[in-house]
């Protein structure tokens, strides 16, 4: 009897202890779906509306401009505010500013 009841405690353990691991291995495959998830919504790079390349598009955007034009608005966008300022106006408002500049 005694011997049976040893056999029986080992088996509970090795469930228990089994039961457990698989308990940790779910809860690390959970916490890794929920990274994943929080990823998903993520881009590598964030987007930034006033980048330069944003404002390069809203400029190419606008129609024929001179070259001098469009290399005095691209020295101007190195200024975030700048950069800012040009993507927040009306496409009115854009071409006046560049036949300011010239």
Not at 67 to 86: H, P
Request: aromatic residues 10%.
């Amino acid at each position: 009897m005694t011997m049976r009841r040893y056999q029986f405690t080992n088996a509970i353990r090795a469930f228990s202890k089994c039961s457990k691991l698989r308990l940790e291995a779910r809860l690390a495959m959970m916490k890794e779906k929920e990274r994943c998830k929080q990823q998903e919504g993520k881009s590598a790079i964030p987007y930034d509306e006033f980048s330069l390349p944003n404002c390069v598009i809203a400029l190419n955007n606008l129609g024929a401009i001179d070259d001098n034009t469009y290399r005095l608005a691209v020295d101007r966008f190195v200024s975030a505010d700048w950069r800012e300022i040009f993507v927040s106006m009306s496409n009115a408002r854009k071409k006046a500013w560049l036949d300011h500049l010239k």
